[in-house]
């Protein structure tokens, strides 16, 4: 039972590693590829940069809300119990997610503005994924860090939430809770 344990505590460190890694790297790439394509000026760019940005923000709210607390409870479920317990998604889903992301946003809106939108989305995933894991494994730091998305975050892991009453789905940002309603302060 503890050699079980121990390679469980070891496989979750790597996966956390990796998934650091991966998430960070991302961003780079793409702003190296767009280096290389720019035709654009810089402030165009800058623009969908920031525009890639803001649909992270949408799409964590959307994907936190419907798919993983009306499609995908189990597993988030088990995150709500014990939310300060090791917790990871395999490292390779977000880079599963970067490149499916990229060849959608390639095709809808050509390669330049394409990698620009994923720079930006990327951008917000990895941040996304640092703020989540310090949430949850260094909440004195995030307490200090980041109060109000640290308080907001952990409204939302609140042990009396019935379903149906959720709220604070957004981790990066409160907006997307004030649009649709589901801001509790």
């Not at 998934?19 to 190296?32: D, E, K, R, Y």
């Not at 499609?71 to 880079?95: I, K, N």
């Amino acid at each position: 039972m503890l050699n079980a344990a121990m390679e469980q505590k070891a496989t979750d460190g790597l996966n956390l590693r990796l998934s650091i890694a991966s998430n960070t790297a991302v961003p780079f790439l793409l702003f190296g590829l767009i280096l290389g394509k720019a035709s654009t000026d810089i402030w165009t760019s800058t623009l969908w940069v920031l525009a890639g940005l803001a649909i992270y923000t949408l799409a964590e709210y959307v994907f936190h809300r419907v798919v993983l607390h009306e499609f995908a409870t189990e597993g988030h479920r088990l995150h709500h119990v014990e939310p300060f317990a090791p917790h990871a998604m395999p490292f390779s889903a977000g880079l599963s997610v970067h490149t499916a992301m990229l060849v959608i946003l390639a095709i809808s809106f050509g390669f330049e503005l394409g990698l620009c939108i994923a720079l930006g989305s990327s951008i917000g995933y990895a941040l996304y994924c640092q703020l989540h894991e310090l949430i949850h494994r260094d909440p004195s730091l995030a307490r200090r860090l980041v109060p109000r998305l640290y308080r907001h975050h952990m409204l939302h892991h609140r042990a009396d939430q019935t379903e149906g009453e959720e709220n604070n789905f957004g981790v990066l940002t409160t907006m997307w809770d004030r649009v649709f309603g589901t801001y509790r302060a």
